[in-house]
């Protein structure tokens, strides 16, 4: 997979891909990240890439002029299974939607800052449009960085053990049930005694009925 993300703040975003599973990726080799800063096709000597609003209002837009024209280079270059634009008013970023995207080949996510971009790049090149969550950010380079992990992470041969992709929570609409390591008791709370049992159905079977429970609990409407 490649991804290509355009922002006026790529320093903001390179962090997350230089540890830990995304990093290993990167150098696997599954996964490209390319990040362009949108200044390089600013206007002007001061590379300018937002103005103000037509009609009035507070705070600046993002033209259209340098995001089509960094669109368009890269269009040029190969082909786009989806072109991303994280904004507040965009679909929730959900585990479907992560599979979705985590079979794709060549995707493109475009950052917003200010009040947002120039309709206009709406209609020219964007075809998904991802909200993190009814919050706003101050821009939409930590919501791309979560959506970047939450793909990744799923594209076959990134997890070492592939299983634990399929066990994650929202992977069935259920979440996870609980877990528990060394040491078998601390502070008086004891590991659940079928998990020491080493009787693997009943394990199994705990876990689905533990899932359920709390998926009734804390996200029943998962569960509908
Ligand atoms: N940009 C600002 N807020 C955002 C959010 N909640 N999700 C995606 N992009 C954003």
Redesign the pocket.
């Known amino acids: 997979m490649r991804i290509d993300i355009i922002t006026v703040l790529p320093e903001l975003m390179e962090s997350p891909f230089k540890a830990s599973i995304l990093k290993r990726a990167m150098e696997k080799g599954v996964v490209e990240v390319h990040f362009h800063q949108l200044r390089e096709w600013g206007i002007g000597k001061h590379r300018q890439v937002d103005d103000e609003p037509y009609g009035g209002g507070a705070g600046m837009v993002m033209m259209v002029e340098p995001i089509d024209q960094c669109i368009s280079e890269l269009k040029s270059q190969r082909e786009y299974d989806e072109i991303i634009y994280?904004?507040?008013d965009?679909e929730t970023l959900n585990q479907k939607i992560a599979n979705t995207l985590s079979i794709k080949e060549n995707l493109i996510f475009l950052c917003?800052h200010y009040k947002g971009i120039d309709q206009r790049v709406r209609e020219l090149h964007i075809t998904k449009e991802?909200?993190?969550?009814?919050?706003?950010?101050?821009?939409?380079e930590l919501?791309a960085c979560v959506l970047a992990d939450s793909v990744i992470r799923l594209i076959p041969g990134v997890l070492n053990d592939e299983q634990s992709a399929l066990t994650d929570s929202f992977q069935d609409n259920l979440l996870s049930p609980p877990i528990y390591t060394r040491p078998e008791e601390y502070k008086g709370l004891s590991v659940p005694k079928v998990l020491l049992s080493g009787h693997a159905q009943a394990i199994e079977d705990w876990r689905y009925d533990q899932a359920v429970e709390i998926t009734q609990n804390k996200r029943p409407d998962l569960l509908k």
Request: aromatic share 6%; net charge negative; hydrophobic share 40%.
């Open positions: 994280l904004t507040p965009g917003g991802i909200s993190i969550g009814d919050f706003v950010l101050t821009g939409g919501a």
